[in-house]
């Protein structure tokens, strides 16, 4: 059912014992609506919000672009964690040419990917039992406030409004807003970032095709983001030559078939300092090559624990972290298909990609683009300068909600319903991803899930991770009931963290 339109702002009334909103459906929107719609026990209604127009892609599985692929292997992407050849069977249903071999090492294309949780979500829906009813909203959801029925007249709940002015009111939300794109880079450039010189969204499909194939383009950033947005200018003839520029200038690793290796993680003896983690995955990596395994499968082993070895991290070792070994950290554990690493080799190999270690000073606007100013890392080219037709920044994801300007996020933070993680990861939200709000207190009836709710996890972004937060989530939403839902979550105090 469509919202009705801005001009009648009436509330959208559901006769049901239980509902829920789910904001998003990207991927965990649409599997966690899958889950509910399979698993709620009483009668229930799920609000499916989604700005765009359409469902199960969100930002990741949207693009058209073909030679954007899966950085995840087919057989590692199924939706449901209780039957991990789900992708694979849908995939060898189809007989499109994308041929997938038995052992599912393959790397499809992410337009394919976003085909399938479409139709993940088609046949839950035609599965649902009757007392299930699933509305699809398309509108944005901009407010967000909690009830708790005191006022006269009051309903015990939660009121969204999205941007047409409509109002939904229900038991519980799932907040599944996936990923924001990045904050302008540190410099005192505001004519640059207001210009069309300067593409502020990586995934502006539209912007990025518009570039003149003649024109010299810097993106900032070298992670797969970068490699995204280069493909596509290679797609579209670009000629003019690119320069890739990051702190230290580290492309993503790339991925090759590996065997299963037992890593040195003992869930009774976890490690409790950063440098303790780096010694032991260091001797697994040694002792995967003696018995001849690629450094990956130790790599590999380690990634069903991350959650374990963050969870015992403390604090200014999370932190110290994410200050020194994240970067060399996220190129090793988020790699690029080969298919895809063959392609930016030749590019740099014959000269119209360059990837370049430094930072960014200065930007200026000229007649001709923009000159942008680097200092070189470790000084040997000292500094050096380059004008420009087109900046594209690619420096990753906003998960500092204090920095995310997005209205509905801003209602969170300004009515003390939800705060960002001291660590500036996403929002602050317990293990089963109930919103902690100003006060310190887990919410009962708003969730995060997904990239959002990263902060308890740090590995919080990919399928593997996120299918079963769904399927848990869905669990404990299946409950959603006016009065709230009964939790085992506690009352938080909010951590120190050094700066
Ligand atoms: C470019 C890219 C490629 C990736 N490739 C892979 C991969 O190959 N394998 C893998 O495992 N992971 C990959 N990931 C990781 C990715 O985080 C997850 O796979 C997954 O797509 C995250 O889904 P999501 O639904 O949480 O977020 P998103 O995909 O970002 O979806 C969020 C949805 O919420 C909607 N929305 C947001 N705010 C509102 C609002 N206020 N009102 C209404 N709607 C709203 C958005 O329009 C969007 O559709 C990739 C990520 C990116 C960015």
């Not at 967000?144 to 969204?160: E, Q, T």
């Not at 995967?288 to 450094?295: I, L, P, Q, S, T």
């Not at 996220?330 to 895809?340: F, G, K």
């Not at 200092?375 to 204090?402: F, K, L, P, Q, S």
Request: glycine share 8%; proline share 8%.
């Amino acid at each position: 059912m469509i919202v009705p339109s801005p001009s009648s702002k009436r509330s959208i009334a559901m006769a049901s014992k239980r509902s829920v909103a789910i904001v998003g459906a990207g991927f965990t929107g649409s599997v966690l609506a899958a889950h509910l719609l399979r698993n709620a026990e009483g009668p229930t209604t799920i609000h499916l919000i989604e700005r765009a127009d359409t469902l199960g892609t969100g930002l990741a599985y949207s693009t058209a672009n073909a030679a954007h692929l899966l950085n995840v292997r087919a057989y590692n992407m199924s939706a449901f964690p209780d039957d991990p050849r789900h992708f694979l069977r849908w995939l060898w249903s189809k007989d499109d040419g994308e041929a997938v071999p038995p052992s599912g090492h393959a790397f499809v294309s992410r337009a394919r990917y976003g085909a399938y949780i479409q139709d993940v979500l088609r046949e839950a829906r035609a599965e649902a039992p009757a007392h299930v009813a699933l509305n699809t909203v398309q509108g944005e959801a901009v407010d967000l406030a909690v009830d708790d029925g005191s006022a006269p007249g009051g309903r015990k709940g939660v009121r969204l409004r999205l941007g047409t002015g409509a109002k939904l009111d229900v038991d519980a939300v799932a907040l599944c807003v996936g990923h924001f794109p990045p904050s302008p880079p540190p410099v005192p450039a505001p004519e640059v970032f207001a210009s069309d010189r300067f593409i502020g969204d990586p995934w502006n499909a539209a912007a990025v095709s518009a570039i003149d194939p003649d024109a010299p383009v810097l993106i900032l950033g070298t992670g797969l983001t970068m490699v995204d947005v280069v493909l596509s200018l290679d797609n579209q003839g670009h000629r003019g030559p690119i320069v890739a520029l990051s702190r230290r200038g580290l492309l993503p690793t790339t991925h090759v078939e590996t065997r299963p290796f037992k890593s040195f993680v003992h869930p009774q003896v976890m490690p409790r300092t950063v440098l303790d983690v780096l010694i032991a995955l260091k001797a697994d990596v040694r002792r995967a090559r003696e018995e001849g395994y690629d450094w990956r499968a130790a790599f590999d082993a380690l990634r069903p624990y991350h959650p374990l070895i963050w969870k015992h991290l403390p604090l200014d070792e999370r932190e110290r972290f994410l200050r020194h070994a994240r970067p060399y950290w996220e190129v090793h554990r988020h790699r690029m298909a080969p298919e895809v690493a063959a392609r930016i080799d030749a590019l740099r190999a014959n000269g119209r990609l360059a990837v370049r270690a430094g930072r960014l000073t200065d930007l200026a606007l000229t007649p001709d683009g923009v000159e942008a100013t680097v200092r070189a890392r470790g000084g040997e080219d000292g500094t050096w300068t380059r004008t420009v037709g087109v900046i594209i920044n690619a420096t990753g994801t906003e998960c500092d909600y204090g920095r995310i300007r997005h209205p509905l996020m801003q209602a969170l933070l300004r009515r003390g319903l939800a705060r960002p993680d001291p660590l500036r990861l996403g929002l602050d939200v317990t293990e089963e991803g109930a919103l902690i709000g100003e006060d310190g207190a887990a919410s009962d009836r708003l969730f995060a899930l997904g990239p959002v709710s990263r902060a308890p996890f740090w590995e919080m972004t990919a399928v593997p991770e996120l299918r079963s937060q769904c399927a848990n989530a869905a669990r404990t939403l299946a409950h959603a009931r006016p009065e709230g839902i009964a939790s085992t979550t506690n009352v938080l105090a909010r951590p120190r963290v050094s700066r």
